[in-house]
């Protein structure tokens, strides 16, 4: 069965940066998203990637990363990156991967938890001074 594992997470203060990464366990021809949860809170689609195998790549973020956040994919490496910039404490979350289900929706009505087919199991981020 299809596995992910997230890496990169830790502790980053305020301003900082991090690039977390999802690996595959084996090819596959889903749209990928970064999904977050912070304690008490609901999960929330943070940026989602289309499928490697459609010719053109498209991408979205959520509003409260835009322009701060890029999810980036490496075919060859079964790997999506999560590049998070000038990082906020409300950014301290458990991050997740997850493999899209297929659809024909736009990939911003994709992007969240109910249309998830595969998690990953999580990296905790926690930004802090």
């Known amino acids: 069965q299809l596995q992910f594992v997230e890496s990169g997470g830790g502790l980053v203060q305020p301003g900082g940066s991090l690039r977390l990464a999802c690996v595959a366990s084996?090819?596959?021809?889903?749209?990928i998203g970064w999904f977050r949860q912070a304690p008490g809170k609901e999960r929330e689609g943070v940026a989602c990637i289309s499928s490697s195998f459609v010719s053109t790549t498209t991408t979205y973020y959520g509003d409260s990363v835009k322009g701060r956040f890029t999810i980036s994919r490496d075919k060859s490496k079964r790997t999506v990156y999560l590049e998070m910039n000038g990082m906020k404490p409300e950014d301290t979350a458990t991050y997740s991967c997850?493999?899209?289900?297929?659809?024909?929706?736009?990939?911003?009505?994709?992007?969240?938890?109910?249309?998830?087919?595969?998690w990953g199991r999580g990296t905790q981020v926690t930004v802090s001074s």
């Open positions: 997850a493999a899209l289900k297929g659809s024909m929706n736009r990939l911003e009505e994709r992007c969240v938890a109910t249309e998830v087919q595969h």
């Open positions: 084996e090819g596959y021809a889903y749209a």
